[in-house]
T-cell receptor, first 114, second 113 residues
Framework: KAGVTQTPRYLIKTRGQQVTLSCSPI?????VSWYQQTPGQGLQFLFE???????NKGNFPGRFSGRQFSNSRSEMNVSTLELGDSALYLC?????????????FGSGTRLTVV | GQQLNQSPQSMFIQEGEDVSMNCTSS?????WLWYKQEPGEGPVLLIA?????ELTSNGRLTAQFGITRKDSFLNISASIPSDVGIYFC?????????????FGEGTQLTVNP
């Protein structure tokens, strides 16, 4: 099976702009989660989607949003970018709806806000 | 945000030595997971633990799910240079309303040949 694919791998944006990141889960996986990784805060949970519905959300401002399509692919959007949004954004997919069985992570999208 | 207490933060060891790292939490988790992350990549799952007290091995790696469900440890035996990377513990809460991982701060492992 192909792994979790995230695009783009690298992105540079200017403060105030918005950005959309994409994630294609492993074939057959219907659940997708997003995490933000920074040196200061580590790995933080953003949100989780299953069957096109957001099931779970972390403690991030409303500028961070996401969605999932009928083919399980997911996108996350960050509006009005701030310097502090610079991070590695990781997507993870898993096979069982409850999440038991382990998450498989993509390689991430490295976002730099200047 | 909430994180697990993972220690040590870093380790510098000689090839062939054994390594031990652990995580503690004030919260109970359904599942404990251990991941390894290398530069420029996402975390890769090493071991998943599903029951309190469970001891699981994966090659030279051994991990245990604490009896209280609030802690876990990972041991690496006979380390080799390719073990270099950052190791993360993660506690998982999962149910019908969703699932999320809470991560430790990571242990940076350096192995000297």
């Amino acid at each position: 099976k192909a792994g979790v694919t995230q695009t783009p791998r690298y992105l540079i944006k200017t403060r105030g702009q918005q950005v959309t990141l994409s994630c294609s889960p492993i074939s057959g996986h219907r659940s997708v989660s997003w995490y933000q990784q920074t040196p200061g805060q580590g790995l933080q949970f953003l949100f989780e989607y299953f069957s096109e519905t957001q099931r779970n959300k972390g403690n991030f401002p409303g500028r961070f949003s996401g969605r999932q399509f009928s083919n399980s692919r997911s996108e996350m959007n960050v509006s009005t970018l701030e310097l502090g949004d610079s991070a590695l954004y990781l997507c993870a997919s898993y096979e069982i709806p409850t999440g038991v069985g382990g998450y498989t992570f993509g390689s991430g999208t490295r976002l730099t806000v200047v | 945000g909430q994180q697990l207490n993972q220690s040590p933060q870093s380790m510098f060891i000689q090839e062939g030595e054994d390594v031990s790292m652990n995580c503690t939490s004030s919260s109970i988790f359904n599942t404990w997971l251990w991941y390894k992350q290398e530069p420029g990549e996402g975390p890769v799952l090493l071991i998943a633990l599903y029951k309190a007290g469970e001891l699981t091995s994966n090659g030279r790696l051994t991990a245990q799910f604490g009896i209280t469900r609030k802690d876990s440890f990972l041991n690496i035996s006979a380390s080799i240079p390719s073990d270099v990377g950052i190791y993360f513990c993660a506690g998982q809460l999962a149910g019908t309303s969703g699932s999320r991982l809470t991560f430790g701060e990571g242990t940076q492992l350096t192995v000297n040949p």
